[in-house]
């Protein structure tokens, strides 16, 4: 699949083949104009692929009704109607979705001290994301999608909302994509990661699967250039005589002849951000989202 904005523009996503899982809580993450948002636009339905297709629980995103509500969606502005009040934002959400559940948006209202009778429009950036995620959440979606859900928080909503997150995905039975900078975030709650740079994907899987099949080699200087097939050099650092490499081996640690430590989920994405950064990665064709579990 492939996006591109505009005759001329430059594409936005290219060539991007991913298989999601359903039923886990997905991480999307890479740098500034990578093409995060245009893959969850994508995904709700919000624009259409440029050649290739892209398939959201079984369907065309945005199908119809009945599919625009198994989808929620935060954007990353978080957008609201300003002269609404926050009980009117749910009397409305329980206009427009059949699977509305009252208690919920009220009982996460009331959690998150947010004041039913307050138009939207004066609510700090934090406050409009919470209502905007008590909206997603009510409609009792299969799969929530978020564009940088946490950027307007402070540290300890942010540490509340993901809790809260995790535990919708748990109530819901649902699934959740999530992009974020902040890997922190990622690594607390995604045990999904997907890494897209300068609009291709980079690697995808399982966060303990990809923990388990990178490693931190150190090595004398000069020593990565002769490194033994089956091990794949992601990125490089020299440091004096030495040089440090995240790599991707199918090899146990200790068959590795180098001294070889676990990666953090950072210099793993570091890893990935870093070669994307020198070269291009290999070309692949479909999207598909939710078809596996
Ligand atoms: N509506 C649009 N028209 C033209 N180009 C666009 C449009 N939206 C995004 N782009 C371009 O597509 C590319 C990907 O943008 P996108 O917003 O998907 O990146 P992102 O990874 O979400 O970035 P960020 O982390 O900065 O939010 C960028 O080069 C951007 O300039």
Redesign the pocket.
Known sequence: MTKK??RR??L?LSDVNLTIPSGRVIGLV?????????LLHLACGLIEPTSGSLTVLGSRPAANASHLARVGFVA?NTPVYGSFTVAEHLKLGTKMNPAWDPALAERRISQVGLNPAQKAGQLSGGQRAQLALTIAAAKRPELLIFD?PAAALDPLARKGFLQNLTEFVLELGASAVL?S?LLGDIEQVCDYLIV?CD?RVQVAGDTRDLLARHARLVAPRGEFDRLPAGIEVISVEHSGAHSSAVVRTDSEPEALHYQAEPVTLEELVLGYMTRAAAVPVARTEAAVWGAQR
Do not use: D, I, R, V
């Open positions: 904005y505009g523009g430059k936005a890479g740098p500034n104009g990578a093409g995060k948002s245009t990353q940088e992009s900078h897209l609009s």
